[in-house]
């Protein structure tokens, strides 16, 4: 191949002095830009990535917006004036932040909506709250017509989040103060305390006690907020303030002051007993059924990875715990077989098979009824550990032949976990319904008003006999 000549020095003061782009180059000296490439690499010179001209450094970023924000002039009539491609000038845009004109400002700067202030939009934003597809809807504008207008100016929207959100129904504060300022709450504190004799459960010192749910408050909240949901806004607070999981004694300790901060000075999502383990960690030993071994699983934050765990029968002793707090039923049912997932003492994860409530399924088939990861478990493992039950009970149970399983979607469940555990979808069954009783705030089995052999009334009278609420899930 016959050597094609360069002048090097001559390239080397084009590219590297004159900061010419590798095209320019190409016009000047003649040859292909493959070629130009080549020589730059052989003679070590790093090539500029695209776009990279000492003359386009000469434009800033404040001189392109000012010209097609501030003098409203288009993006060919800019790319003209700045003597570049408009190519060029829309990356610079979007470069500095501001971006393009969207389809519904140009139209407006056609049409000439300008009667609108800039004022009156910021003042619908800030002080009334109204969010900006309100203000565009109240003027009869597209839904990003005030989006646009913020971006021109450089208004700063506010996130469409908690109270300024469309779907927005109060949050959960009320809910939460309301629980902790009740009567019932209050005597679980002195039930608490009195258990104690009044001293700290740690240093066993008298003093202004603070009192700690073990299994995490926000947990059980969570939980009574997924179980409740299907019910009215007024029903489903008072339902969740008289939850009795947030009252058991058992699932509390009264702690000093600073006992209470360096606990709770722990991740949210640690392990309960973690918590205090890495504050106190004898007392947590002694007051626990996990060892400094068990504990020394957990990472920096008090979680854990679902590695190297064995899958064992498991009692209802065993789960109890952890299926009141965590489970959004809280109870355990009848069964024929609970599955743990166990690394050492700790439980991260939970099954439980049984003949469920289905009168027509036949007796080699077993429901899984409840289907548990804690939340100190770190994710994904649900799928993994369905697929480790489904093997143990193939081996250990050859009178099973099918296993199958409801997803609540009156709580939100779509059955995610079954498709990506590979269960085939049977189907979908009809809409059913609960009671709920306005007198104890509870929810209801619709077997509850189910009628009575001798007594002569329907189902709706009983229930109505009753004063009890249906609930259609």
Known sequence: MKTILIDEEKLKDLYLVQKLSIVDCVKILCVSDTTIRR???KMNIDIRPCGEYTKDKNITDEQVVD???????????????????DGFVRKRLYKSGRGTRGLSESIRKIKGSDHISNEELIRLHDEEKWSCSKISQHFGKSREFVRQRFMVIGKARRRNVGEFNGSWKGGTKLT???????????????????SQKHKSKISNELGNLHYHHIYPFSIIFRSSHT?????????QHLAIVHDTRFYDV????????????????????????????????????????????????????????????????ATCQDIKTILRYEHYLGTVPPHSL????????IIVGIAIFGRGANQYISKDTWELTRLCTPYYVVRPFSCEFLSQCCTYIKKNHNDIKHLIAYADSAVGHNGGVYRMAKWSKA???????????????????????????????????????????????
């Not at 939460?176 to 009195?194: F, L």
């Not at 609970?338 to 003492?345: F, P």
């Not at 709920?436 to 052999?453: G, M, N, V, Y």
Request: charge should be positive; hydrophobic fraction near 30%; charged fraction near 30%.
């Open 39 to 41: 020589r730059l690499k």
């Open 67 to 85: 010209l097609y924000w501030n003098q409203d002039l288009s993006l060919s009539q800019t790319a003209k004036k700045l003597g570049k491609s």
């Open 176 to 194: 939460k103060e309301a629980i902790r300022t009740c009567a019932r709450y209050k005597r679980w504190m002195d039930s608490v305390c009195s």
């Open 227 to 235: 179980k409740h949901q299907i019910l009215a806004d007024t029903d």
């Open 250 to 313: 058992e699932n509390g300790i009264g702690l000093l002051e600073e006992e209470h901060l360096k606990i709770e000075a722990s991740p949210q999502d640690a392990h309960p007993l973690w918590k205090i383990w890495q504050a106190y960690p004898d007392f947590a030993v002694s007051h626990g059924n996990l060892t400094h071994s068990d504990f020394s699983c957990f990472n920096d934050r008090g979680q854990i990875q679902p590695i190297n765990y064995k899958i064992r029968k």
């Open 338 to 345: 609970i599955l743990t997932a166990t690394i050492g003492k």
């Open 427 to 473: 189907g979908k069954t009809e809409s059913s319904y609960m009671y709920f009783d306005p007198i104890t705030f509870e929810l209801k089995h619709k077997s509850c008003c189910r009628r009575i052999a001798g007594v002569d009334k329907t189902e709706k009278q009983i229930s109505v006999e009753r004063g009890l609420i249906k609930i259609q899930t």
